[in-house]
Nanobody
Framework: QVQLVESGGGLVQAGDSLRLSCAAS????????MAWFRRASGKEREFVAA????????YYTDAVKGRFTISRDNAKNTVYLQMNSLKPEDTAVYYC?????????????????WGQGTQVTVSS
């Protein structure tokens, strides 16, 4: 059974950095897309970034381009989200997700497995 466990959230000030980790287990992920989504209070869950495990191709939502970087460590089966220049509007619960293939990677409906989420709070 696939398990995704996030860590690394916390309370920071605007302009600070955080690195989120998602430890994945339960199958071989080389045909999967791994992604980060977030849900701010009172809003829908939204796509943040994704990475194709096989070749490392990355995708970002416009709001985080140039500030966030998604990466993976094959040996550790772990996906990271490096978040720099954080803004108060980045405050949300961040979720790691996994899907087979890369089709419609921005859609929550495509993902089969989700982590429990980790809170990121950015104060102004």
């Amino acid at each position: 059974q696939v398990q995704l466990v996030e860590s690394g959230g916390g309370l920071v000030q605007a302009g600070d950095s955080l690195r989120l980790s998602c430890a994945a287990s339960g199958r071989t992920f080389n045909r999967d897309t791994m992604a980060w989504f977030r849900r701010a209070s009172g809003k829908e869950r939204e796509f943040v970034a994704a990475i194709a495990w096989l070749d490392g191709t990355t995708y970002y939502t416009d709001a985080v381009k140039g500030r966030f970087t998604i990466s993976r460590d094959n040996a550790k089966n772990t996906v990271y989200l490096q978040m720099n220049s954080l803004k108060p509007e980045d405050t949300a619960v961040y979720y790691c997700a996994c899907m087979r293939g890369v089709t419609n990677f921005r859609s929550t409906d495509q993902y089969d497995y989700w982590g429990q989420g980790t809170q990121v709070t950015v104060s102004s």
